[in-house]
């Protein structure tokens, strides 16, 4: 008696050697398949997280006055993303509500105050804007972190003023209102 699997165990009574042995292969099989299943599960997961990125920042608006500051977030892949208890814990402070779906090649905003953005930007659909978060974002640049809800990173941005950087914020033209740059994702 070996044990080796070319030469399984001797079993008593009216299992045969070969029934064992298909069996014993066919436990290793669901194992095997089982790791990858939940490995697979894994890197879908982390490949999702990947594909959402901080795409634009308005961090200083033309109208000083007005809360219409907000983090754009892009979904570049061609699923849906599930966000819910995802949260910027650095530059701004906002955690996504259960259910909060990221369409796929979709966007959405986190603004500091919702009703502002409509009434400054009245073609905005109310579904892709998010808010009121708290914090605001510093004019002269700092560091914004999105998080997965289990606390891994899914995308981070440390902008500011000066090269390479644009200086961002200051209106285009005194007649044109909300015409205020911001930062977007170029590649």
């Keep these: 008696m070996s044990g080796s699997l070319s030469d399984p165990f001797e079993i008593p009574g009216k299992v045969s050697k070969t029934m064992f042995k298909t069996e014993h292969n066919m436990n290793r099989f669901a194992l095997v398949l089982s790791a990858l299943i939940v490995l697979g599960g894994w890197l879908c997961c982390d490949t999702c997280s990947a594909e959402i990125v ?65 009434a400054k930007w009245n073609s905005v659909p109310e579904h892709v804007v998010f808010g009121p978060c708290d914090g605001k974002l510093d004019n002269e640049g700092e560091r914004i972190v999105l998080f997965r809800d289990d606390g891994e990173v899914v995308d981070e941005v440390d902008y500011q003023l000066g090269f390479p950087w644009p200086t961002v914020g200051d209106p285009m033209s005194e007649d044109l209102p909300g015409t205020g740059y911001s930062m977007q994702l170029v590649n």
């Design 54 to 118: 901080i795409n634009e920042i308005h961090s200083d608006p033309d109208v000083k006055t007005e809360r219409v500051e907000f983090v754009e977030l892009h979904n570049t892949s061609g699923q849906a993303v599930d966000l819910s208890g995802w949260f910027f814990r650095e530059g701004i402070l906002y955690a996504f509500d259960e259910g909060v779906i990221l369409p796929a090649n979709g966007y959405i905003i986190v603004c500091q105050s919702p009703s502002d953005i409509f």
